[in-house]
């Protein structure tokens, strides 16, 4: 009985560490205007929700590994797999820059319209990458919080997809 409890518990915890990002990442989409306030004068928005989101990966990924068996070699095909979609997260950060990539144009910037692949190629290929790069952690991590993140990512390309430029900051 205890040790189905012990396991509840650290579901739950897993869980939200998953699911921490995305609220964040909801609010500065649909309030920019207020993170760059919170932000204040002298201090890049786009700079701070950096900052933030590193924390906010680094808690989603302590609690995926705290699950994680690691105990064997993963096959080819997953290895494979989680490099492409690293490689698709690079080029993405290498094109749009950190404005371009942690909202900018939502926090008043300028940034310039990419259509280097691979934009045009893929939609959203931010999260085409990390959702390629979780489905081949599936070697080592239970389906459940693999399956959560990509749903996130999911609920965040929709809400990212109905930019309403009204409420830039």
Known sequence: MMAEGMACMTAAVVVIGVLVPFPFYYFLWTKPRAWVNLC???IDPSHRMAQVSHILKAVQLISVFSV???SWTPPWYCVLLFFAGQYLNFKVY???GE?????GVRF??????VTEFP???IKDPQYVGSSMSLIAC?????????FLW???YLFMSTVESKEDPDTRA
Not at 99 to 103: A, D, F, H, P, V
Not at 108 to 113: T, Y
């Open 108 to 113: 008043g910037k300028n940034v310039p319209w």
């Open 99 to 103: 404005s371009g990539t942690y909202y």
């Open 150 to 152: 990509i749903i996130g």
């Open 94 to 96: 290498q094109l749009l």
């Open 40 to 42: 204040g004068k002298g």
């Open 68 to 70: 994680a068996d690691l």
């Open 119 to 121: 934009f045009g190629y």
């Open 138 to 146: 599936l070697c080592w991590v239970p389906y459940q919080y693999v």
